[in-house]
């Protein structure tokens, strides 16, 4: 009889673990440098969670925003755990624990005069830093955690999830601070949803490709041998012609987009070629899914 042997903690998953971790604290400090440095000091209200952890501290100023942030986390967390995985929520819980402390610890004032620019700035940092805290296998929590559970089973951009959520937290910042604070809120809400998408998918943003050519079996081989990208070839009809073709269809990421087109055009400058944005693409080669 075999003795099942206990799975080992190889040195890869020790230095993906460091990688998380580096990852979330980098994302927390810039996030809590936003926070202390620029949304308070202008009476701004920041976005969805965060945001609500500082009207409630403007509300009862003796309550540590880092310790507010925690609280409001707690029922968040069995949604993480039920809908994404025990690793996301270990890690969220990690990522929180991180970005509530450096709310506690990080208090720099950055000095933005101008309330317009310190709006766009705050959302600069916001959005940086949630988008680099996502790239790991975890979040900061809060609004964090609902935006990958809607991705996940919905394909809803991590952005748009988080820009919906910020209609109650403007209104409360309309009433407990001004309607000016809460339209200076929105551009920072706005800058940071848009920072977000970029960090997360934009950076690994894939193309889908369809070409029309008489000459796919040159561009077939080209892209295969040469981009190492796969290929389908899709059998078509002529709309005016009905003469038969085939269409290549491939998904290759940003940076080869213009060496396919270089490529097609050296082969065959008259073929019919047609690129598009991606939402998502799941594959072990080619996916940019982030892996909760």
Same mark, same amino acid.
């Given at each position: 009889?075999?003795?099942p042997?206990?799975?080992?903690?190889?040195? &890869?998953?020790l230095r993906?673990?460091?990688?998380?971790? =580096?990852? @979330?604290t980098?994302?927390?400090?810039i996030?809590?440098?936003?926070?202390?440095?620029?949304?308070?000091p202008?009476?701004?209200a920041?976005?969805?969670? +965060?945001?609500?952890?500082?009207?409630i501290?403007?509300l009862?100023p003796?309550?540590d925003?880092?310790?507010?942030y925690?609280l409001?986390?707690?029922p968040?967390?069995?949604? &993480?755990? @039920?809908?994404?995985?025990?690793?996301?929520?270990l890690?969220?819980?990690a990522?929180?624990?991180?970005?509530?402390?450096?709310?506690?610890?990080?208090?720099?004032?950055l000095?933005?005069?101008?309330?317009?620019?310190?709006?766009?700035? &705050?959302?600069?940092?916001?959005?940086?830093?949630?988008g680099v +805290?996502?790239?790991?296998?975890?979040?900061?929590g809060?609004?964090?955690?609902?935006?990958?559970?809607?991705m996940?089973r919905?394909s809803?951009?991590?952005? +748009? #999830? =988080?820009?919906?959520?910020?209609?109650?937290?403007?209104?409360?910042?309309?009433?407990?601070?001004?309607l000016?604070?809460a339209?200076?809120?929105?551009?920072?809400?706005?800058?940071? &949803?848009?920072?977000?998408?970029?960090?997360?998918t934009?950076?690994?943003?894939r193309k889908?490709? @369809?070409?029309i050519?008489?000459h796919?079996? %040159?561009?077939?081989? %080209?892209i295969?041998?040469?981009?190492?990208r796969? #290929? #389908?070839?899709?059998?078509?009809?002529?709309?005016y012609?009905?003469s038969?073709e085939?269409m290549?269809?491939?998904?290759?990421?940003?940076r080869?987009?213009?060496?396919?087109?270089?490529?097609?055009?050296?082969?065959?400058?008259?073929?019919?070629?047609?690129? #598009?944005?991606t939402? %998502?693409v799941m594959?072990?080669?080619i996916?940019?899914?982030?892996h909760?």
């Open positions: 009889m075999k003795i042997v206990k799975p080992t903690f190889s040195l &890869a998953d993906q673990v460091a990688i998380n971790l =580096l990852l @979330m980098v994302g927390g400090v996030c809590a440098l936003a926070v202390n440095g620029v949304i308070i202008h009476d701004f920041a976005g969805a969670i +965060t945001g609500l952890a500082v009207i501290n403007e009862f003796p309550l925003i880092g310790l507010i925690l409001i986390n707690v968040l967390f069995f949604g &993480a755990y @039920m809908a994404v995985g025990r690793r996301f929520f890690y969220s819980l990522g929180t624990l991180i970005f509530s402390l450096a709310l506690a610890l990080v208090k720099v004032d000095a933005v005069e101008n309330d317009i620019l310190a709006a766009m700035f &705050a959302g600069i940092l916001m959005g940086l830093g949630a +805290t996502l790239r790991s296998q975890g979040s900061a809060g609004a964090d955690i609902l935006s990958v559970m809607l996940k919905f809803i951009p991590l952005g +748009t #999830t =988080l820009l919906a959520l910020n209609v109650v937290v403007l209104s409360l910042a309309a009433v407990v601070f001004s000016d604070s339209l200076y809120t929105l551009i920072q809400i706005y800058v940071a &949803a848009k920072l977000v998408n970029l960090v997360v934009g950076l690994s943003q889908a490709v @369809m070409i050519s008489k796919w079996p %040159e561009i077939n081989r %080209e295969l041998r040469d981009l190492r796969g #290929t #389908t070839v899709i059998p078509a009809r002529g709309g012609s009905g038969e085939n290549l269809y491939a998904v290759v990421n940003f080869e987009i213009g060496e396919l087109k270089a490529m097609i055009r050296n082969i065959d400058p008259d073929a019919f070629v047609v690129v #598009t944005d939402l %998502e594959n072990y080669r996916g940019n899914q982030p909760w």
